[in-house]
T-cell receptor, first 113, second 114 residues
Framework: DAKTTQPNSMESNEEEPVHLPCNHSTISGTDYIHWYRQLPSQGPEYVIHGLTSNVNNRMASLAIAEDRKSSTLILHRATLRDAAVYYC??????????????FGKGTHLIIQP | NAGVTQTPKFQVLKTGQSMTLQCAQDMNHEYMSWYRQDPGMGLRLIHYSVGAGITDQGEVPNGYNVSRSTTEDFPLRLLSAAPSQTSVYFCASSYSSADNYGYTFGSGTRLTVV
């Protein structure tokens, strides 16, 4: 399976934008890029996913590099509630998706008031 | 909407005891799965199901059993609990196992085996 690389931790200030990077240099042409986050003592929460084009939803935006070797999750205006571990995950289509999500260690996002 | 409901939230077992962790979803999702999360580690897949009557093993299936008799429910059974099974367990569901659908996770069951 293609792997992802994320910084261990990042710090940002409340009400400012946050850019969370993810490198996936061995991504295959049919891998989707998924982002999840896990708030303290909770289960993971789906954030967003994309294939080639940039994506927006009510929670965040996903910017995908033209060569797809990297992506950036953008939180437009961070709040204290956004403090969580953020996981960048590639979905391997060759397994039909039934092999689930492969979680790495993610990025621990700290939001300062 | 309740989403994915897991019970119990906390459980302490003695070594050798058996128990069932319950998972139910009300979103008519075909795909359901169980993960465990150990301290400082990412989630690891235990078992999954792509529909009622169909189950398969994930990355760490030993010591666990599952069944899927209905679309809504996907219980996880610990046959003979061991201290190595101390972990937080998460159930997740998705409309489909296809890679372009997001998963909905439950809030977890924190299990301690003494």
């Amino acid at each position: 399976d293609a792997k992802t690389t994320q910084p261990n931790s990042m710090e940002s200030n409340e009400e400012e934008p946050v850019h969370l990077p993810c490198n996936h240099s061995t991504i295959s042409g049919t891998d989707y890029i998924h982002w999840y986050r896990q708030l303290p003592s909770q289960g993971p929460e789906y954030v967003i996913h994309g294939l080639t084009s940039n994506v927006n939803n009510r929670m965040a935006s996903l910017a995908i590099a033209e060569d797809r070797k990297s992506s950036t999750l953008i939180l437009h205006r961070a709040t204290l509630r956004d403090a969580a571990v953020y996981y960048c995950i590639l979905r391997d289509r060759s397994g039909g998706g039934a092999d689930g999500l492969t979680f790495g260690k993610g990025t621990h996002l700290i939001i300062q008031p | 909407n309740a989403g994915v409901t897991q019970t119990p939230k906390f459980q302490v077992l003695k070594t050798g005891q058996s128990m069932t962790l319950q998972c139910a979803q009300d979103m008519n999702h075909e795909y359901m799965s169980w993960y465990r999360q150990d301290p400082g580690m990412g989630l690891r897949l235990i078992h999954y199901s792509v529909g009622a009557g169909i189950t398969d093993q994930g990355e760490v299936p030993n010591g666990y059993n599952v069944s899927r008799s209905t679309t809504e429910d996907f219980p996880l059974r610990l046959l003979s609990a061991a201290p190595s099974q101390t972990s937080v367990y998460f159930c997740a569901s998705s409309y489909s196992s296809a890679d372009n659908y997001g998963y909905t996770f439950g809030s977890g069951t924190r299990l301690t085996v003494v």
